[in-house]
């Protein structure tokens, strides 16, 4: 261009942008797919080519870092403001109870004992009757009496183990023998290991494996006209 000389006024300059090495007409299929090369220098195209394939790696670990933050980001926010329910009338979280059991399924699999070291004869069941009605009544009822106040504010529910709607007749017993041994994290059902012997935690569970069919001695102890102590 020649200089320009003194007195001249530049009324316009017009300076031709070249194409920039890095912005090469595309090859890949993808590429060619969305972008004609008749168009490729068009200035609109050309910075959406830039940003499209320029730095991709580093985009791509951006891309990659952002998706992995972003869950536990969201999740963090969900408690931080309150929008987990915390009251026992709240509704569930979202797939709240799909994962819970999927999740406790999944652990009795691989750790419930297979079948009962004791015999789910009489003696044994009316002595998990007794462990039974002092244990747990208080939440899974008893038979042929409504469920107790507490147990109906509960979340989740406490299953009434002796109304045929809720037998866990179907279960194995070892799986009921988890359950009272562990415990079921945060629904209310407490571990019982602490405070039963193996023996009663058997029994008991055989009793809920049976409960359609106990024998009258049995039956018997759940009731609570027989089984509480004579009043003076
Ligand atoms: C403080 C209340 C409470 C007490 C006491 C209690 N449970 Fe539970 N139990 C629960 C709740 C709540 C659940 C429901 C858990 C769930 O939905 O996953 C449950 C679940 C169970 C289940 C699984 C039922 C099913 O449908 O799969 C069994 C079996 C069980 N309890 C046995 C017992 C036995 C046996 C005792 C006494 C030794 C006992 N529980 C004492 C609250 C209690």
């Known amino acids: 261009m020649a200089k320009p000389?003194?007195?001249m006024k530049?009324?316009?300059?017009?300076?031709?942008?070249?194409a920039r090495a890095s912005v090469e007409p595309c090859t890949s299929v993808l590429c060619a797919q969305l972008f004609t090369h008749r168009f490729?220098?068009?200035?609109?195209?050309?910075?959406?080519?830039?940003?499209?394939?320029?730095?991709?790696?580093?985009?791509f670990i951006l891309g990659l870092i952002i998706g992995i933050l972003i869950l536990p980001i969201c999740g963090y926010f969900y408690f931080r403001f309150g929008y987990a329910p915390v009251a026992t009338a709240a509704a569930p979280m979202p797939f709240e109870k799909k994962m819970a059991s999927m999740a406790l399924r999944a652990r009795?699999?691989?750790?419930?004992p297979k079948s009962s070291p004791i015999q789910a004869d009489e003696?044994?069941?009316t002595a998990g009757a007794k462990t039974y009605v002092v244990n747990c009544a208080f939440c899974h009822g008893l038979p042929n009496l409504p469920s107790t106040a507490a147990s109906k504010g509960m979340f989740p529910v406490p299953p009434q183990l002796f109304n045929p709607d809720d037998m866990v007749t179907d279960d194995p017993v070892g799986t009921i023998y988890w359950k009272v041994d562990n415990g079921?994290?945060?629904t209310g059902m407490p571990s019982f290991n602490k405070s039963l012997s193996t023996t009663e935690m058997w029994q008991v569970s055989l009793l809920l494996n049976k409960a359609d069919k106990l024998p009258d001695s049995a039956k018997a102890a759940l009731n609570p006209t027989v089984a509480a102590p004579a009043k003076k």
């Open 184 to 186: 079921i994290r945060m």
């Open 123 to 125: 003696p044994n069941l």
């Open 10 to 18: 530049i009324t316009a300059v017009a300076v031709r942008i070249p």
């Open 108 to 112: 009795i699999r691989a750790e419930a």
């Open 40 to 59: 490729y220098n068009w200035p609109f195209i050309r910075t959406w080519n830039k940003f499209l394939y320029g730095g991709f790696i580093l985009k």
């Open 5 to 7: 000389e003194s007195g």
